[in-house]
């Protein structure tokens, strides 16, 4: 909204309808830089009704560009499953979901090393009806979330044989909440991202994500395999 320099100081006024992010400064002194520089130094000053000034020292500068950048949210939840386990867990009928680097399937993981399988090594089995489920995640005070993750995925292309879900599960009661996505067929050889938003019943509670694989005993292909689960606001 407004912005002075007085003596050394620079001052910022600016509007922010954000309360619960961190904001920063960041300059450039020259327009054709690739890179924004963070003002570490900044100071911020509740001038109220979503009015700020942030103060930064001009460190002799005569010219700089500025801008107040509102950082997004830290996750919710997030598992790529590398390092230390997030807590997910695993089950059901013929469950070879295993964590690992890929042997068959993908060629390498969407992102690390490591990838949520249904066989490292070996095709999917048959007759499965096994999950993954991901730690309680706690959606009590939101009314809407995002969902995202990479997945690759090779199985029969009929549905009524084989298929994937990815679900909303109640995390105090196990009830079934939601139904994201139903699918079969393959990724054409790719991994793809996922994305979906999840609104009324799935948020206001705790809940947690269940990715579950159905198969019968034919055409029994490489399965699925699932990395980088995001959650954000």
């Known amino acids: 909204r407004d ?11 600016y509007y922010s309808p954000f309360a619960n992010r961190d904001i920063q400064v960041e300059r450039k002194d020259d ?7 963070v003002e570490t130094e900044a100071s911020f000053t509740d001038q109220g009704g979503g009015l ?3 103060t930064v020292s001009a460190n002799g500068r005569t010219e700089a ?3 107040v950048v509102a950082l997004p949210p830290p996750p919710l939840f997030f598992d790529d499953f590398e390092g230390d386990p997030q807590g997910s867990t695993e089950g059901g009928i013929n469950n070879y979901w295993e964590i690992g680097p890929p042997e068959q399937g993908p060629s390498a993981a969407y992102s690390g090393e490591n990838v949520y399988g249904t066989g490292l090594d070996e095709n999917v ?7 993954i489920r991901t730690p309680e995640i706690d959606l009590s005070n939101l009314a809407l979330v995002n969902l995202s993750y990479a997945e690759w995925r090779n199985i029969d292309p009929i549905v009524e044989f084989h298929w994937t879900v990815v679900n909303v599960v109640d995390a105090d009661t196990g009830d079934f909440i939601e139904e994201l996505t139903r699918d079969a067929g393959d990724t054409n050889g790719a991994w793809v991202e996922r994305s979906f938003r999840l609104t009324g ?7 947690v994500i269940e990715f579950l694989i159905s198969t019968d005993t034919s055409n029994l292909l490489e399965g699925w395999f699932i990395d980088d689960v995001l959650v954000t606001e």
């Open 3 to 13: 912005l002075a320099v007085t003596g050394d100081q620079v001052q910022i006024q």
């Open 52 to 54: 700020w000034l942030a």
């Open 65 to 67: 560009f500025y801008q």
């Open 201 to 207: 019943a799935s948020v206001g509670r705790k809940v």
């Open 31 to 37: 327009l054709a830089s690739a890179d924004w520089e």
């Open 125 to 131: 089995p048959g007759n499965a009806n096994a999950w």
